[in-house]
């Protein structure tokens, strides 16, 4: 072989090594990276489900809450229109009264 070709092909293959030499060193930072994201991405999922756990959880409350408070308000709907009812039934007697019997001068 022609030693121009030698020396080129010695050349390429040096050039080939220090290649596949900072490829790998590439590819290991590349995995060391997708291995902490994968810890990370398997944190977060872990977050995420507690976080809606949570979430549902307090939506159930506040359903649960609802569901007690309006139990309890119609109730007091109700006593609060018949003591409106009563009130306005004895001021209607206060006037009768007042008109039946006015006060003496």
């Not at 590439?26 to 995420?48: F, P």
């Not at 007690?68 to 001021?91: G, H």
């Amino acid at each position: 072989m022609k030693q121009s070709l030698r020396a080129k092909l010695d050349s390429l293959s040096h050039r080939l090594e220090e290649l596949n030499r900072l490829l790998s060193a590439e590819n290991a930072a590349l995995r060391s990276d997708l291995s902490e994201l994968t810890q990370q991405n398997e944190k977060l999922s872990t977050d995420l489900a507690y976080v809606t756990g949570q979430r549902d959880k307090l939506a159930e409350d506040v359903e649960e809450l609802d569901n007690a408070l309006k139990e309890r308000s119609d109730p007091l709907m109700q006593t609060i229109s018949d003591l409106r009812k009563k009130v306005a039934e004895l001021e209607a007697d206060i006037r009768r009264i007042e008109t039946d019997h006015p006060p003496k001068e």
